[in-house]
């Protein structure tokens, strides 16, 4: 009979300490969204593009034209038009990219002419777009609907606001949210805000969830490429852009170092949004030459040599507007996203060695890469050439603060302590009601007091979760 009832002491204290640790389990995965798993019989299925079109069986490759007998892409005349269309209305907006000839410049990263360069780019704007759309890549079916299955809740609006957070990005994100809730959000209706989770503890994206007025979403890593998991790559980066390339006429990226001036006004983001729907794009200029700090493989994905883009400077993909028409989406977001997904462009082999620039002579071609940044930067260079200043943001919209740490969530959070503490103290109910349950069930039991043990050991047992929880709340209040 002691050995029945030391039997009954022991299973009594798995049970409770087991509901404890479910329920604080359940407390801690509460945040985190399951990752939705496809069967393998996808792996073998292709999307091609355009991608916006993405369950369209029409495909996109070039059909010979009846009369000049060239390759022709679906929809290039229209393509074609937009660009000479835009080309033509801002042929003011120039630089010029023979001014400042190698051998004058002491930098030996900064944008410079290279005489010695043989290659040229084709002169016909309409060439070039197409050398441009000749590096779209058909897409494993499953990669592309893992794009589009993380937004299938997102409604349409005209405006969408995108951007990712990790931990280590915990509190600079916080500024970015900030400056949208207090300098933009208050001029707009009709838009929508959306985080990437790429890497929050669950009580960060609690706090999160409570307090960016977004929708946070689980990037799908565990359906990507293995590559796409090293965040530093930034192959992540196109494919969040891509997934709402359908919810919104205007789609704004911005990582978390952005933010926006004070001085936005209703008319003054009139005025950025209208500026972008007619050249197509904004972004931010920088210094520092694409053909230096783009590693070869790159280039040779988009067909061209290095020496070509040794007089243009980066873009930062810090900030990017885009306004999605059509020629958006198929010349400029497809070819970016179809560079993510090969490991020869975006996330090259071995690129851990090559993220930081040294700046030492002599100057070297693919001394460093710069993965989102050199891709998007070749495009455009490419499509605009001499006319790139058409899609450059003015400086009176936002700055760059990188590691500028806000607490905006701090005076915020009372919500989540209420929250957080409710579930402390329903585990501790639940525990309780468990010890009451088993000392109903055993009374009238006087061979072994066990009643009298449970009782004793379910009081330890609460008391220990209150300390617990005590300790929860102090480690993140």
């Given at each position: 009979?002691?050995?029945?009832?030391?039997?009954?002491?022991?299973?009594?204290?798995?049970?409770?300490?087991?509901?404890?640790?479910?329920?604080?389990?359940?407390?801690?995965?509460?945040?985190?969204?399951?990752?939705?798993?496809?069967?393998?019989?996808?792996?073998?299925?292709?999307?091609?593009?355009?991608?916006?079109?993405?369950?369209?069986?029409?495909?996109?490759?070039?059909?010979?034209?009846?009369?000049?007998?060239?390759?022709?892409?679906?929809?290039?005349?229209?393509?074609?038009?937009?660009?000479?269309?835009?080309?033509?209305?801002?042929?003011?907006?120039?630089?010029?990219?023979?001014?400042?000839?190698?051998?004058?410049?002491?930098?030996?990263?900064?944008?410079?002419?290279?005489?010695?360069?043989?290659?040229?780019?084709?002169?016909?704007?309409?060439?070039?777009?197409?050398?441009?759309?000749?590096t779209r890549l058909q897409i494993?079916?499953?990669?592309?609907?893992?794009?589009?299955?993380?937004?299938?809740?997102?409604?349409?609006?005209?405006?969408?606001?995108?951007?990712?957070?990790?931990?280590?990005?915990?509190?600079?994100?916080?500024?970015?949210?900030?400056?949208?809730?207090?300098?933009?959000?208050?001029?707009?209706?009709?838009?929508?805000?959306?985080?990437?989770?790429?890497?929050?503890?669950?009580?960060?994206?609690?706090?999160?969830?409570?307090?960016?007025?977004?929708?946070?979403?689980?990037?799908?890593?565990?359906?990507?490429?293995?590559?796409?998991?090293?965040?530093?790559?930034?192959?992540?980066?196109?494919?969040?852009?891509?997934?709402?390339?359908?919810?919104?006429?205007?789609?704004?990226?911005?990582?978390?170092?952005?933010?926006?001036?004070?001085?936005?006004?209703?008319?003054?983001?009139?005025?950025?949004?209208?500026?972008?729907?007619?050249?197509?794009?904004?972004?931010?200029?920088?210094?520092?030459?694409?053909?230096?700090?783009?590693?070869?493989?790159?280039?040779?994905?988009?067909?061209?040599?290095?020496?070509?883009?040794?007089?243009?400077?980066?873009?930062?993909?810090?900030?990017?507007?885009?306004?999605?028409?059509?020629?958006?989406?198929?010349?400029?977001?497809?070819?970016?996203?179809?560079?993510?997904?090969?490991?020869?462009?975006?996330?090259?082999?071995?690129?851990?060695?090559?993220?930081?620039c040294t700046g030492a002579p002599?100057?070297?071609?693919?001394?460093?890469?710069?993965f989102d940044q050199s891709s998007?930067?070749?495009?455009?260079?490419?499509?605009?050439?001499?006319?790139?200043?058409?899609?450059?943001?003015?400086?009176?919209?936002?700055?760059?603060?990188?590691?500028?740490?806000?607490?905006?969530?701090?005076?915020?959070?009372?919500?989540?302590?209420?929250?957080?503490?409710?579930?402390?103290?329903?585990?501790?109910?639940?525990?309780?009601?468990?010890?009451?349950?088993?000392?109903?069930?055993?009374?009238?039991?006087?061979?072994?007091?066990?009643?009298?043990?449970?009782?004793?050991?379910?009081?330890?047992?609460?008391?220990?979760?209150?300390?617990?929880?005590?300790?929860?709340?102090?480690?993140?209040?």
């Amino acid at each position: 009979m002691r050995r029945v009832c030391a039997g009954a002491r022991a299973r009594t204290g798995y049970i409770v300490t087991g509901v404890s640790a479910l329920a604080l389990l359940l407390l801690v995965m509460s945040s985190q969204s399951p990752s939705h798993q496809r069967g393998a019989s996808h792996l073998n299925d292709v999307i091609t593009w355009p991608f916006h079109r993405l369950f369209s069986q029409d495909l996109i490759l070039p059909a010979r034209d009846n009369v000049s007998g060239n390759l022709k892409y679906e929809g290039e005349d229209e393509l074609s038009q937009i660009l000479t269309n835009r080309l033509s209305e801002f042929s003011t907006d120039t630089e010029n990219l023979t001014r400042l000839p190698c051998k004058d410049v002491k930098e030996p990263d900064l944008e410079c002419f290279d005489s010695t360069c043989n290659a040229k780019f084709a002169s016909s704007p309409r060439d070039r777009m197409r050398q441009i759309l000749a590096t779209r890549l058909q897409i494993p079916a499953h990669y592309m609907h893992a794009m589009t299955s993380s937004t299938r809740n997102i409604a349409s609006h005209k405006y969408a606001f995108v951007t990712a957070g990790s931990s280590n990005h915990y509190y600079e994100m916080q500024g970015l949210i900030q400056s949208l809730h207090q300098h933009v959000f208050p001029h707009l209706s009709n838009f929508t805000f959306v985080l990437y989770d790429l890497g929050l503890t669950p009580f960060e994206r609690y706090v999160t969830e409570k307090n960016c007025g977004c929708t946070v979403l689980d990037f799908p890593f565990s359906e990507m490429p293995s590559f796409m998991r090293h965040l530093t790559c930034y192959a992540w980066k196109p494919v969040a852009v891509g997934s709402l390339m359908d919810k919104a006429e205007y789609l704004v990226w911005m990582d978390a170092c952005i933010r926006w001036n004070t001085s936005t006004t209703s008319t003054s983001l009139d005025t950025l949004f209208q500026r972008c729907r007619q050249r197509g794009h904004q972004c931010i200029n920088d210094s520092g030459s694409i053909a230096v700090r783009t590693v070869q493989s790159m280039t040779n994905f988009y067909g061209d040599q290095q020496c070509l883009y040794s007089p243009f400077g980066e873009m930062l993909s810090g900030f990017e507007m885009f306004y999605m028409d059509r020629f958006t989406k198929e010349v400029i977001l497809e070819p970016w996203i179809s560079c993510a997904f090969d490991q020869r462009c975006m996330c090259v082999k071995d690129f851990f060695w090559q993220f930081h620039c040294t700046g030492a002579p002599p100057r070297q071609y693919g001394r460093c890469h710069r993965f989102d940044q050199s891709s998007l930067g070749i495009i455009y260079s490419k499509i605009l050439l001499d006319n790139r200043p058409i899609i450059y943001l003015p400086p009176t919209y936002v700055r760059v603060a990188r590691e500028e740490k806000v607490d905006w969530f701090e005076p915020r959070k009372s919500s989540v302590v209420v929250d957080t503490l409710g579930v402390c103290l329903a585990v501790n109910l639940l525990c309780v009601l468990v010890i009451v349950g088993l000392m109903r069930c055993c009374r009238g039991c006087t061979l072994c007091g066990l009643c009298e043990l449970t009782l004793g050991f379910g009081v330890k047992v609460v008391v220990a979760e209150l300390m617990v929880s005590v300790c929860f709340l102090w480690a993140f209040v």
